[in-house]
């Protein structure tokens, strides 16, 4: 109990400094660098690293996963929901066959482009370290998720409208096949631990009554208070994320896919009052992600996971730009600013990881961490040096 | 309706097949949530419809989910959800106080105190003689040796007048929030859960003492009691003040993700109370008043995060508090549980009514307001525990009929006060029934 308390009183300290932080760089002019920073989240993932450096100290090694373990669940599981909440297929501008193939094109580069560069680049860069194939692919999908929390755009007077709806368009394409991908990649990676008839038939019947509620809670949501909406939107999501761990399945899929049923009924969307609730606590889920998920950063050697990580930040960027090359051939034209951010998907990916395979997830964890951390810097970097644009929060 | 249904059945197939014991322990809290979420949720809106408050749905649905019935939410899932009921505990706390309003609580000092004061004493007379009959005449004669009867008697009563006194304060913020009462009697019932509050922690240590010198021959009513009692509640409200302190300048000069800081300020309070002990309900009461009494520009603040986070915390708080009563202490002494809930509330009405004659207060103070002191939760079910303990023989019995009566307190306590604040025209009715 005295470990408790102690992580507990640790936990608020960085809560609160975090907090602290974060308004003061939000306060800043909108052109300032701090400002940028501070709308990226960059004061939170480096007090968790902090955090989780002390946390490693107090607690012995898993407890503190242990007690935040049912807050990461709901928190993967909220983050997937909403993701895929944007998803609403009859709204969704420029869907034609071209624009799907560039989103193909784009997943299949950065997917296979990820695979084969990761390892050979670790070899001839880091005096090689090799990757077990299920963290490759995990780590190759992080390649295709796009930041959905803030896009970055151009200035108002040089906005281009078609450049920026086509980024759009790839970004939710793409991160929403590699969520889906993610989650059939692993479902069958592990064994089920569903192993009698009964509770095979209580959760396939589980899963009907589930999608049922979703159902009726996307016409019913309309009518409910936005504080009744949160309880069931928590509810349901909490469910879902335990069910996924329950099933070794992806929670970030599992939470996906229940949104996009979602918002894909067929109901009038004027009334559609879910989103814009849970988008208020976008940024509180957001920032405890970002708190809590460099708890497993320690739990590794730094050294290793220090290393994948800059290399698939670099990856990443190299990628993009290889196909902001193709585009060209094509002559069509996307905002780089806005391919660059991380946010919090792969962070999300990587803790479902967690609750699929464990402890060995961590190097993923660790690297995705890293990734994130330096990856956001820079883009924020060339974002402010670039000098031609704001940020928006969406 | 369908998903109520639909969900309620599945709960039930569930417990067929006892999900919890091949659940993953994360996902299994987990899932427990969400279900508790969802199905209390949906019982709490039918109760509604039926006109009684959805803290009582929560309740019965923590009841019939919990490890007596359908043995969905085991008793370990209790176990492990207690320190999201803490958490929920101290932000209800927290709201209780922030709801006070220390001017007009000064103005009104006099006749709460006279209240408090005749509730106290009639409560506790009341319920502690006739339960020294039947302690004396029925319950204890095949328990204890039979020269212990009589002093054990008068020591059971003295400790059952004070459980008596005892009522929840979270019932009473929870039913006020669940309403949006406004108005004299909930201002009054308010001020006086608070107040009283300090004068039953009091009176339960003083009547501790005094029922172990009788029954045990320890114990003993020296000074050093009072001083050891004075200085926890002082350490409690210089606990509180800062706490409250924090709170303001939280919201003074950050103010933003207010609902998240104050579920991490709820985390710490707990975390502190798991390993000091220290009262930490009233702790959490002055802190939530100091904030918004002192502070006046953190008010607003406050009350919209606490808003925002109050329908979840209530279910999680009530569905567990449900979960927790124990049903075959209920069928086993439920005669007594129900001679201790009806005397109770005679005697809480007289109490009250004594008062409010006294200090010429309003027709609702004097005819409804004993309504809003019947609930009995989280506190008392503390001091009977402390009883058990100091009383290993006949002390269980005691806690189990205290039980009982916590048991129907709890169910027709919220409904009692509900009923009450709707006769004195103090709700909003601002509840939409949409399922």
């Known amino acids: ?394 | 309706m369908i998903v109520s249904i639909s969900l309620i059945l599945f709960a039930i197939l569930l417990s067929k097949v006892s999900f919890q014991s091949i659940l993953p322990p994360s996902g299994e809290l987990t899932f427990l949530l969400g279900l508790i979420l969802i199905v209390s949720f949906l019982v709490g809106k039918l109760s509604l419809k039926i006109k009684i408050p959805m803290i009582t749905g929560f309740l019965l649905t923590g009841i019939f989910l919990g490890p007596y019935i359908l043995n969905i939410i085991t008793r370990e899932g209790v176990k492990s959800l207690g320190l999201i009921n803490e958490i929920a505990l101290s932000i209800i706390a927290l709201s209780a106080g922030g709801e006070l309003d220390l001017k007009e609580l000064a103005k009104k000092m006099g006749s709460l105190s006279t209240i408090i004061l005749f509730q106290v004493f009639i409560a506790f007379i009341g319920v502690g003689f006739v339960f020294l009959l039947l302690f004396k005449f029925i319950i204890l004669p095949p328990i204890v040796k039979e020269s212990d009867v009589t002093s054990f008697s008068i020591a059971f009563a003295i400790l059952m007048g004070t459980i008596a006194t005892a009522k929840s304060p979270s019932t009473t913020i929870a039913i006020i929030m669940e309403t949006g009462s406004e108005g004299n009697l909930t201002d009054t019932v308010l001020a006086i859960t608070v107040l009283k509050d300090v004068v039953i922690i009091v009176l339960f240590t003083l009547s501790m003492a005094l029922a172990s010198e009788i029954a045990l021959g320890r114990g003993g009513l020296d000074l050093f009691i009072f001083y050891e009692l004075f200085l926890e509640i002082i350490v409690a409200i210089l606990i509180g003040l800062f706490i409250g302190l924090l709170l303001a300048l939280y919201y003074k000069f950050v103010n933003r993700y207010n609902l998240l800081f104050l579920i991490a300020l709820s985390f710490l309070i707990s975390a502190f109370y798991f390993q000091f002990h220290f009262h930490f309900l009233l702790s959490c009461m002055i802190a939530g008043a100091f904030a918004t009494n002192f502070f006046k520009e953190t008010r607003e603040s406050f009350h919209s995060s606490i808003k925002e986070a109050s329908l979840p915390i209530f279910i999680i708080f009530f569905t567990i508090t449900g979960a927790d009563l124990n049903l075959s202490i209920f069928k086993k002494y439920w005669i007594f549980a129900l001679l201790y809930v009806l005397i109770r509330a005679l005697m809480t009405f007289l109490g009250t009514y004594t008062g409010a004659v006294i200090k010429k207060g309003g027709k609702e103070i004097k005819y409804l307001s004993w309504l809003g002191f019947l609930g009995q939760a989280g506190l008392t079910i503390g001091f009977l525990t402390i009883i058990e303990r100091q009383f290993p023989s006949g002390g269980g019995i005691l806690k189990d009929i205290a039980l009982g009566g916590i048991i129907l307190n709890q169910i027709f306590g919220p409904i009692g006060f509900k009923w009450a604040l709707v006769k004195a025209g103090e709700t909003k009715e601002k509840i939409s029934v949409s399922i």
């Open chain 1, 1 to 394: 109990m005295e470990e408790f308390l102690k992580a507990t009183l640790l936990i608020v300290f960085f809560l609160v400094f975090s907090f602290i932080a974060s308004k003061l760089f939000v306060k800043r002019e909108k052109e300032s660098f701090l400002y940028l920073l501070g709308v990226t989240g960059e004061p939170f993932v480096i007090m968790g690293i902090f955090l989780s450096f002390l946390l490693e100290k107090v607690f012995p090694p898993g407890k503190a996963l242990e007690i935040f373990a049912p807050f990461l669940i709901v928190i993967i599981a909220f983050i997937g929901f909403l993701y895929a909440s944007n998803f609403v297929v009859k709204y969704i501008k420029g869907l034609e066959i071209k624009n799907l193939l560039y989103v193909f094109f784009f997943f299949v580069l950065s997917y296979y482009g990820a695979i084969l560069t990761l390892e050979e680049g670790l070899k001839a860069f880091f005096g090689g370290y090799t990757i077990v194939v299920k963290d490759l692919r995990v780590l190759a999908l992080s390649v295709t998720l796009f930041s959905p929390f803030f896009i970055y755009t151009e200035k108002k007077e040089s906005r281009k409208k078609k450049e920026l709806s086509l980024t759009l368009f790839i970004s939710y394409f793409s991160s929403f096949f590699a969520i889906i991908f993610f989650g059939l990649f692993f479902y069958r990676e592990k064994v089920i631990r569903i192993d009698t008839l009964s509770v095979r038939l209580s959760f396939l019947l589980f899963g009907i009554i589930l999608l049922l509620s979703v159902g009726l809670f996307s016409l019913l949501s309309s009518k409910l208070k936005r504080e009744e909406v949160l309880t069931l939107s928590i509810g349901i999501l909490a469910i879902a994320g335990g069910m996924a761990v329950f099933t070794a399945t992806s929670i970030i899929t599992v939470a996906a896919v229940l949104s996009f049923l979602y918002v894909n009924m067929p109901y009038r969307i004027k009334e559609f009052k879910l989103i814009p609730h849970l988008m208020m606590f976008e940024k509180p889920v957001f920032i405890l992600l970002l708190l809590l998920t460099p708890m497993f950063l320690f739990k590794i050697e730094g050294a290793q996971i220090f290393k994948i990580g800059i290399l698939l930040v670099f990856i990443r960027f190299f990628l993009r730009a290889v196909f902001m090359l193709f585009l060209k051939i094509f002559n069509r034209r996307i905002s780089f600013a806005a391919l660059l951010p991380y946010g919090p998907l792969p962070l999300a990916i990587a803790v479902s990881y967690f609750f699929i395979v464990g402890r060995e997830s961590f190097i993923v964890m660790g690297s995705l961490i890293i990734s994130q951390l330096i990856g956001d810097f820079l883009s924020t970097v060339y974002f402010y040096y670039s000098g031609k644009g704001e940020v928006v929060e969406k």
